[in-house]
């Protein structure tokens, strides 16, 4: 769902210092940018064809990144091993998908839980806009549960030809420097679990080409390369089943709530499932108060969620920015491993996917379906490609964040704002199809108005409260 060392300014979308290769030149002329990539493309050509076996690559986490990943690794001709340790792993996770993910990933209608046409979002004070009336009839936000979800791509990318193993990833050896090592495999230290033989696992080795780090906000494969660190939110979900009568109310509907009550930094959610709710919150500033938080959620849903019975309760990390590096040598980061979880909306489903298929994409397109090594130019592909993409979807909810969730006035002026139906269109035309959505200039204009009085009602409203509080 949804301190800033990358994202504040972006440096994480873009090429740190920490992720240019080290290009050797055999003279000192300058080289112009196009001289320059033209070289890296014949440096990656370069690379040595593989005899008698194809290229080696492990993905490292079987969330949505990795199963997306294994897969289209799978299909490329690249011996493939996915390595996860909770195969029935429940993530706190809201569990919206947009719809273009649907297609995209060629989802079975099946493990959609509930599509959702209608939301409310609630400001601090309890008024509620209804949300939705721009959608076209065929248009829906999906609502999955993470356990699903990720099963099902696991299960695809192993009947792909992906060997699926049941481990914990520990560490990594990464080849040593120098020629005669560049091409030398990555050593990965693991121990695999086998359901007959109960806990104890075998501490195990895998010798592979390449490795995609798909394992979550504590990646263990960022910390082998270095990544650095990021600020994280702490998500607080729990599943709460409810009477049935009460249950209809939620058939087609998801709630948001705003408010310094449910989180000062994020929202409060009410999500339907299959046969139950999903009750949440997050912060990345108050992690020790996220319990009072979400006491606070289910207080202000009390009425809908009366009766109710909490089944499952779940917390988890959640990254706030792109981590300093993501790649390095044949190493690549995707997913939450990476820091691809949006502000504001706190999405992170549909990007984690996203860059798992993007990333493996790159790894079939330089090894030529497996029968070349890579090197870090190809995996550098995939960064360049996600970053021209979605750069501009980041650094929108960044801003929005910044602006609307900073103090219970704002939120208002939020909640306000989100009752415009052009404000409607723009928003889900840019959800449901992963794209900054082109405005109409004139609606641009009279929106932005409409923000700026809204702002200002706001902030009189805030000056106001602070003399009631005085």
């Known amino acids: 769902m949804t301190s800033s060392i990358a994202f504040k300014s972006f440096t994480g979308l873009r090429h740190s210092s920490l992720e240019h290769p080290k290009v050797l030149h055999s003279h000192t002329t300058s080289i112009s940018p196009l001289t320059y990539r033209r070289f890296r493309i014949t440096a990656s050509k370069s690379t040595p064809k593989l005899q008698n076996r194809n290229l080696r690559v492990a993905v490292i986490g079987g969330g949505p990144a990795g199963g997306s990943a294994a897969e289209t690794l799978a299909k490329g001709g690249i011996e493939t091993y996915l390595i996860e340790r909770k195969m029935d792993n429940c993530k706190p996770c809201g569990g919206a998908i947009p719809l273009c993910m649907v297609g995209e990933f060629d989802l079975p209608l099946d493990i959609i839980d509930r599509r959702v046409t209608k939301m409310k979002m609630i400001s601090p004070s309890n008024v509620a806009v209804d949300i939705g009336q721009t959608l076209k009839p065929h248009e829906y936000i999906g609502m999955v549960r993470r356990e699903v979800l990720d099963a099902y791509l696991r299960e695809r990318a192993s009947n792909n030809g992906a060997k699926v193993i049941n481990g914990l990833f520990l560490k ?197 379906n497996g029968k070349r090594m890579v090197d870090e130019s190809d995996l550098r592909k995939y960064l360049e490609k996600w970053d021209k993409t979605y750069w501009p979807t980041y650094k929108v909810l960044d801003v929005l964040q910044k602006v609307f969730y900073r103090s219970n006035p704002a939120r208002e002026a939020f909640v306000e704002m989100c009752a415009d139906e052009y404000v409607q269109k723009m928003t889900f035309d840019s959800y449901l199809y992963k794209r900054v959505a082109p405005g109409n200039p004139l609606e641009d204009l009279k929106l932005a108005v409409n923000s700026i009085g809204s702002l200002v009602r706001a902030n009189a409203l805030r000056r106001e409260m602070d003399k009631i509080s005085v």
């Open 172 to 368: 990594m050896d990464i080849p040593k420097k120098g020629s005669e090592n560049i091409n030398g495999p990555y050593v990965l230290h693991y121990t695999e679990y086998d359901e007959k033989k109960g806990a104890v696992g075998e501490k195990r080795t895998l010798e592979v080409d390449a490795v995609i780090g798909a394992d979550g906000a504590n990646s263990r494969v960022a910390k082998s390369i270095g990544a650095g660190d990021y600020d994280y939110a702490i998500a607080f979900q729990e599943r709460i089943k409810i009477p049935n009568d009460k249950m209809v109310y939620y058939e087609n509907l998801a709630e948001m709530y705003v408010g310094d009550d449910v989180s000062p930094d994020f929202y409060g959610w009410v999500f339907p499932k299959c046969d139950h709710v999903a009750v949440g919150t997050g912060t990345v500033t108050h992690k020790g108060d996220i319990k009072k938080f979400q006491l606070a959620t289910r207080k202000r849903a009390k009425d809908k969620i009366l009766g109710g019975k909490i089944i499952r309760v779940e917390a988890h990390p959640i990254p706030e920015h792109p981590r300093p590096r993501r790649l390095l040598g044949r190493v690549a980061l995707v997913g939450d491993a990476a820091g691809y979880v949006t502000k504001c909306s706190g999405e992170g489903i549909y990007f984690a996917a996203k860059s798992g298929r993007m990333c493996a994409e790159a790894i079939v397109e330089g090894s030529e």
